[in-house]
């Protein structure tokens, strides 16, 4: 635990150097109006990497966040075009990323697919109904209450940081102080041992799933609404960020161990590293390498504290 | 993936063994088209304008979508010509990539057309597309007269196509005619509503006083406009590229998105089944033909949304 204690803080000082170093040479990156414009931009990538820290720890991946976020989205903003009200505006997005989750969750739980492939079968397929449904179009002229979620802002701060802050609480008490929190990291950690202790794996991991499914339908109608549209090739390769905040936020690729302390500061991370290149106009191919960079280096830190950790032990 | 290959080539023999003279004295002509995606509200337009004047023409079109991939799209072609078709028309994928599977219709005699995106290798009788140098050189004397001559300005670029590459160079030429106007930022918003935003978001933070920003596409455009609005940037001028209806709106609604390059995607699809159907009859085509654009402002925009859309 100490070790793991360890690493975060070395990612906090990590992002406070790198904020340093920008802070040096990009005009405009050390202010206030630029600190909220980095929460802003890492907002749904937050949002969705409190559910994806919860898939990992328990050992499993989930690659169809970007595409229900799409689905989500543009279903939200057709059912608003058509004059639903907003309550149940909300129960659409939200129940439709439960659907897709439940759907990635049975197949993981139950038909022993293994998470990779079922929930890649789900980014094809929930992309797919997204043009479906959408006819391939962005679906605009929405109600001016539609941009709520993503525009408002309260007290200074942006609605969507706002929800980012919220869920990523609830997501940490969740995981720390729950005993569906517990058996997650139960399950990620040994699997055999946590039935035998009389942990419902089965029931565990399709929950896993099916509520960050839920979450992917919050973040789909968050963009959306930020968006002013429904946008059915929004989304893409949103995975890809959502597990490198999670990774290099200290959560395990293997299971069982991860924090959504860690996963903040690995969202933050590559939030400040994108923000700040791009302030520095540095060249947009350059930046995909260091993201790169970044990626391995927390993976192998990551396999140093543990070997570590097993020297120690 | 051998029992495909064998698939293939079984299917090859077959197409083979069909009398040579099949293609030739076909009543009706076959045409085979491998488009970009259908996902752009443009290709929807170009396919259209192909169909369109097929019809009249009385072609048969066989029409696939290469979806961004490559293999895919030198796939559809090996089908084409397994099909036998008369002529193919492709929006590649990828300017080089595509060259082997034009050389290998040009193997087979079979003439390809490029439409939208120009190919780098093989023998292709004819591209025709919108000329995007000219369309960013709009665009920028169109900004240049909105922001008074003088300024700093922005782009949001997707410098992975080379039409968007011709846009870009096109709107620095026009831009360098004014020296009061300077280039101070260009960011990858990989041509999508989402990510352009972001790019937005960090382009307008880093110089609050942008007077402009040109945008590649209008996904682009509407992606900036969004980012404009949460910014409250009520003085910035976007130049957006399409004209899509969602654009059009935008424009006529008096928002931040003042002006956009509107290209004539059903007129591209027109004079590529015109120019095939002038191949076929043996005369002398152009290797290149431009189709105009042109800039679409809130009064053009109005006028355009009266009329019906072609």
């Known amino acids: 635990m100490n070790r793991q204690r360890f690493a975060e803080y070395a990612l906090v000082l990590a992002t406070l150097v790198e904020a340093l170093v920008f802070a040096g040479v990009a005009p405009g990156f050390l202010s206030v109006a630029n600190i909220l414009n980095i929460a802003m931009s890492v907002a749904i990538t937050g949002i969705l990497a409190v559910g994806m820290t919860a898939v990992i720890v328990s050992g499993g991946i989930d690659l169809s966040v970007g595409s229900v976020v799409a689905l989500t989205g543009v279903s939200a903003a057709i059912a608003a075009a058509h004059g639903v009200p907003a309550p149940l ?95 997650i990291y139960a399950v990620g950690g040994n699997p055999v041992a946590s039935w035998l202790a009389g942990i419902r794996v089965r029931r565990v991991t399709f929950a896993i799933y099916a509520l960050n499914g839920v979450l992917a339908g919050l973040a789909g109608l968050t963009l959306a609404s930020r968006l002013g549209a429904g946008v059915p090739n929004a989304g893409n390769q949103y995975e890809l960020d959502v597990i490198a905040a999670v990774v290099v936020g200290g959560t395990s690729l293997t299971g069982g161990r991860g924090t959504i302390a860690g996963t903040l500061w690995g969202t933050l991370f590559i939030g400040v590293l994108t923000n700040g290149l791009n302030l520095a106009n540095v060249d947009p191919y350059v930046q995909k390498i260091a993201l790169g960079v970044v990626i391995v280096a927390a993976a192998v830190a990551d396999q140093l504290s543990r070997r570590w950790g097993e020297a120690a032990a | 993936m051998p029992r495909r290959l064998a698939l293939l080539l079984a299917l090859a023999a077959l197409a083979a063994c069909k009398p040579k003279d099949a293609s030739s004295d076909r009543a009706t002509k076959t045409i085979g088209v491998s488009l970009l995606t259908r996902e752009h509200d443009f290709y929807r337009q170009l396919e259209a304008g192909l169909r369109d004047e097929a019809a009249k023409k009385g072609y048969k079109l066989i029409v696939t979508t290469g979806d961004f991939d490559l293999a895919k799209q030198q796939s559809e072609i090996d089908n084409f010509l ?98 009061g106007i300077h280039i101070v930022a260009a960011i990858n918003g990989a041509g999508v509503r989402d990510r352009a935003l972001r790019a937005a978001d960090d382009m307008f933070q880093a110089h609050p006083k942008l007077a402009a920003v040109f945008a590649i596409n209008d996904e682009t455009a509407l992606g900036a406009l969004s980012s404009a609005q949460t910014h409250r940037l009520n003085e910035l001028v976007i130049v957006g590229y399409d004209a899509a209806p969602e654009a059009l709106k935008a424009i006529v609604q008096g928002t931040q998105l003042k002006a956009d390059v509107a290209q004539q995607p059903t007129e591209i699809g027109h004079r590529t089944i015109e120019t095939i159907a002038a191949h076929f009859a043996g005369r002398q085509v152009p290797p290149v033909i431009a189709v105009p654009v042109r800039i679409v402002d809130a009064d053009s925009a109005r006028a355009l949304a009266a009329t019906p859309a072609h």
């Open chain 2, 82 to 179: 397994v099909q036998g078709v008369d002529a193919i028309v492709v929006c590649p994928t990828d300017t080089k990539g595509i060259a082997p599977a034009i050389e290998k219709a040009n193997a087979a005699n079979v003439p390809v057309f490029t439409a939208d995106i120009a190919a780098q290798g093989g023998k292709v009788v004819s591209h025709i597309a919108s000329d995007n140098v000219a369309g960013g050189r709009l665009a920028a004397e169109y900004m240049a007269k909105a922001i008074g001559g003088k300024g700093d300005v922005g782009i949001i670029s997707q410098p992975e196509l080379q039409s968007v590459i011709d846009r870009e160079s096109g709107f620095r030429e026009g831009i360098a005619k004014y020296p």
């Open chain 1, 89 to 183: 505006v909300l129960l659409v997005a939200l129940g439709i990323g439960l659907a897709t989750g439940a759907v990635s969750g049975a197949l993981v739980a139950w038909a022993r697919v293994p998470s990779f492939v079922a929930t890649l079968a789900m980014l094809t397929a929930a992309r797919g109904l997204a043009f479906i449904v959408s006819d391939g179009r962005s679906i605009g002229g929405l109600p001016s209450w539609f941009a709520v979620l993503g525009r408002s802002v309260v007290l200074g701060v942006p609605g969507p940081v706002i929800l980012m802050a919220a869920v990523m609480l609830l997501g940490a008490l969740v995981l720390t102080q729950t005993a569906f929190g517990r058996h």
